[in-house]
């Protein structure tokens, strides 16, 4: 991906580090072509950001990839909701609570950091890091169930 990464398959101790990329999983896959190819914008993005602090990129850059990102995690929530309103999904008030403690928690993080913390910058990305991959593997799993089922057993 670039020289100021570890590898993400490479062997310890580059796996520790906090800024390792993330690679996209299949099993993250919902069957939704548009939440998809959000999901995957919001991999890319995440790297984007790790990539730049890993670099030292200057903090303007670091600043327009983290709005453009925060504001990318804000569409995409909402549009996810939209889609499982639409579709009727009945846990969908408790997907919208998870997603709003994440935006609650990144918001304050992202007002640290332009208050002037730093540091606060890395606990974002990994914490974003490791939220999307819980997030994208269990309560967003679900609902890629539920549109299966709405769909019904594929005809030969
Ligand atoms: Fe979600
Ligand atoms: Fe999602």
Same mark, same amino acid.
């Given at each position: 991906?670039?020289?100021?990464?570890?590898?993400?398959?490479? %062997?310890? %101790?580059?796996?520790?580090?906090?800024?390792? %990329?993330?690679?996209?999983?299949?099993?993250?896959?919902?069957?939704?072509?548009?939440?998809?190819?959000?999901?995957?914008?919001?991999?890319?993005?995440?790297?984007?950001?790790?990539?730049?602090?890993?670099?030292?990129?200057?903090?303007?850059?670091?600043?327009?990839?983290?709005?453009?990102?925060?504001? =990318?995690?804000?569409?995409?929530?909402?549009t996810?909701?939209?889609?499982?309103?639409?579709?009727?999904?009945?846990?969908?008030?408790?997907?919208?609570d998870?997603?709003?403690?994440?935006?609650?928690?990144?918001?304050?993080?992202?007002?640290? =950091?332009?208050?002037?913390?730093?540091?606060?910058?890395?606990? *974002?990305?990994?914490?974003?890091?490791?939220?999307?991959?819980e997030?994208?593997?269990?309560?967003?799993?679900?609902?890629?169930?539920?549109?299966?089922?709405?769909?019904?057993? *594929?005809?030969?």
């Open positions: 991906m670039n020289d100021c990464l570890p590898n993400p398959l490479a %062997p310890s %101790p580059a796996r520790t580090s906090r800024l390792t %990329p993330l690679a996209w999983d299949p099993a993250w896959e919902t069957g939704d072509p548009r939440l998809d190819s959000q999901h995957k914008a919001l991999v890319t993005g995440v790297n984007r950001l790790a990539f730049a602090i890993a670099c030292g990129q200057t903090q303007e850059e670091v600043w327009r990839i983290l709005s453009f990102l925060i504001v =990318y995690v804000h569409t995409h929530f909402r996810e909701e939209n889609l499982m309103a639409e579709k009727g999904f009945p846990e969908l008030a408790a997907h919208a998870e997603h709003e403690r994440a935006r609650a928690y990144l918001d304050r993080l992202v007002n640290t =950091y332009r208050a002037g913390s730093t540091s606060d910058l890395e606990e *974002l990305v990994s914490f974003l890091a490791a939220w999307l991959t997030h994208f593997l269990g309560t967003d799993r679900a609902f890629a169930q539920h549109l299966q089922d709405e769909a019904g057993p *594929l005809r030969p």
